[in-house]
């Protein structure tokens, strides 16, 4: 299978294929889901709530750092996540725009 190129695709299919790898991981989105529910930042309590090492959620956390999703800050030794509240609406807004197209009647299927 041949090499993906992304410069072929536009801006907004690169920025909507990422973010769906991203959260195609069920880690990630149960990462998310646990601080959206804690309406705070969390900072060493993911070990604990899914039962996965430290070294893997790191790594999750890592690639929703990279998009954007979640932001972090030092206290102390630990650091702590949130939502990028600005984020996440705007990703929101992609994927509102990308799911409300008009698909039609499709007879052919």
């Not at 090499?3 to 880690?27: C, M, Y």
């Not at 956390?61 to 939502?83: A, F, Q, R, T, W």
């Amino acid at each position: 299978m041949g090499i993906t190129k992304s410069d072929i695709f536009s801006e907004e299919q690169n920025k909507l294929a990422g973010f769906f790898k991203v959260l195609g991981h069920p880690a990630r989105v149960a990462i998310l889901q646990h601080i959206i529910n804690q309406k705070s930042c969390i900072c060493n309590d993911l070990v604990e709530e899914l039962g996965l090492a430290q070294a893997t959620i790191s790594q999750h956390l890592k690639e929703l750092k990279n998009i954007g999703i979640i932001k972090g800050s030092i206290e102390g030794k630990s650091v702590c996540y949130c939502i990028d509240e600005e984020k996440w609406k705007q990703i929101q807004q992609d994927f509102d725009g990308f799911f409300n197209q008009n698909v039609g009647t499709n007879q052919c299927c």
